[in-house]
C-alpha cells in the first residue's frame, strides 16, 4: 500500500506559478502510476496530469499542456506539479493518487491523498 501527502497549494494571481509536491511511500511505491486530478465546487474530479515513476512517460490533459509539467524526484520520493500561467479556471482542489494504469477512471487510483486547495483570483 503506498501513501500519499499532497503540499504546495494556496492562493495565488492568474498569471501566476504554483508548485504542487506529493509525498509517496510505502514500500513498492516506485512501481506505481501517479497522477494530479482535481476537482473543483460541483464538478467532477478530472485527471490533469500522470507519471510513470520508473520510465518518466507522463501523460497530460489538453487543457494543462504546456502550462503545468509533471515530474519526480527520486531523491526526496516526491511527485511534483509544476503550473505556470494560472487562471480562474484552474480554482480547485488537487489530489495526487496512485495507480497502475494511465487512461482508467478516477475510482480505479487505489490511493489518494487528502488534496490541497488551489485558489486562483482574476
Known amino acids: 500500500q503506498v501513501q500519499l501527502v499532497e503540499s504546495g497549494g494556496g492562493l495565488v494571481q492568474a498569471g501566476g506559478s504554483l508548485r504542487l509536491s506529493c509525498a509517496a511511500s510505502?514500500?513498492?511505491?516506485?512501481?506505481?502510476?501517479y497522477a494530479w486530478f482535481r476537482q473543483a465546487p460541483g464538478k467532477e474530479r478530472q485527471f490533469v496530469a500522470g507519471?510513470?515513476?520508473?520510465?518518466?512517460?507522463?501523460e497530460y490533459a489538453n487543457f494543462v499542456k504546456g502550462r503545468f509539467t509533471i515530474s519526480t524526484d527520486n531523491s526526496k520520493n516526491l511527485v511534483l506539479l509544476q503550473m505556470n500561467s494560472l487562471n480562474a479556471e484552474d480554482t480547485a482542489v488537487y489530489y495526487c493518487?496512485?495507480?497502475?494504469?494511465?487512461?482508467?477512471?478516477?475510482?480505479?487510483?487505489?490511493?489518494w491523498g487528502r488534496g490541497t486547495q488551489v485558489t486562483v483570483s482574476s
Open positions: 510505502g514500500q513498492t511505491f516506485r512501481s506505481y502510476i
Open positions: 493518487a496512485a495507480g497502475t494504469r494511465f487512461g482508467v477512471p478516477p475510482d480505479d487510483y487505489g490511493a
Open positions: 507519471i510513470r515513476w520508473f520510465d518518466g512517460i507522463v
